[in-house]
């Protein structure tokens, strides 16, 4: 993950978990592999010596502790038995990210909360694709579709980092609410329709818990940690910083279109 999106994630830990700090949690971890040397990671993040922390793959490599047989449906995670979920940088490169958010849903608890962090703009980069990205009614527009609530979401359009702020990071906190049983076999029916289009039908003949333990986190109100965040960054560097910053992002841009073939406008 990048440096913004580090940032973002430390700053939504900080600002919604830090009355659970000695609450014994499940994290998990989506698209948890360091593809980088150096590259930070959601363990650094969320690292707490009262909570367990668990990077899930679809392959074996650098902070990955589970390896997912199939990409859209992770039989070896239970139903509801994760307090908190995050995941960034992963989405852009999920090719049909409505079914992996529909995952998130299932194995989180009740109350259970996810952190969800996608770049809203940047250059190609496929970890092995690069297929999407969100803007500002993208986060919201799934959490309906995953029957999540919002709890926050936004776009970071300002550019108060000092470096990749090309990426505009959408970002937002998502959170499973209490359900009725009835309520919880139809949206558990309702998810299992959607990934049987793409992973079998035999995934329909599962039975879901119909009353699934909520987790200890409480509901959650939106706090706006990430605009708050970027009014902390704007106000420490200052205006005439970040209109600098803007001149020069236009600048390379302009050398760009004048130095590159047309066919190579899109190089990073």
Known sequence: MHESSFQKAVAL???????????????LDIGSAVVADGHPSNRQVMANPAWTYTGLDI???????????????WAEVPDASVDVVTCSQVFEHTSFFWLTIQEIGRVLKP???????????GPLHRYPVDCWRF??????????????????ARV????????????RDAAAVLQRPERTPDEELAIARRYALAKASLVGEHVLARAPVAAPEPSAIPVLADRGILAAEERRLAESRGTLALKLDL??????????????PLDRQADA
């Not at 074996?60 to 449906?73: I, S």
């Open 156 to 167: 970071q359009w300002l550019p108060v980092y000092p470096k990749g702020n090309m990426w």
């Open 247 to 260: 001149v020069g992002k236009h600048l390379r841009s302009i050398r760009k279109a004048l130095t590159l």
């Open 59 to 73: 392959e074996a490599g650098p902070n990955v502790d589970l390896v997912v047989a199939e990409p859209y449906d």
């Open 111 to 121: 109350r259970g909360v996810l952190f969800l962090i996608a770049p809203g703009g």
């Open 13 to 27: 830990r900080q600002g919604y978990l830090a009355g659970l700090e000695a609450t014994p949690l499940k994290v």
């Open 135 to 152: 803007y500002d009614d993208g986060f919201p527009a799934l959490a309906e579709w995953a029957s999540l609530s919002v709890v926050e």
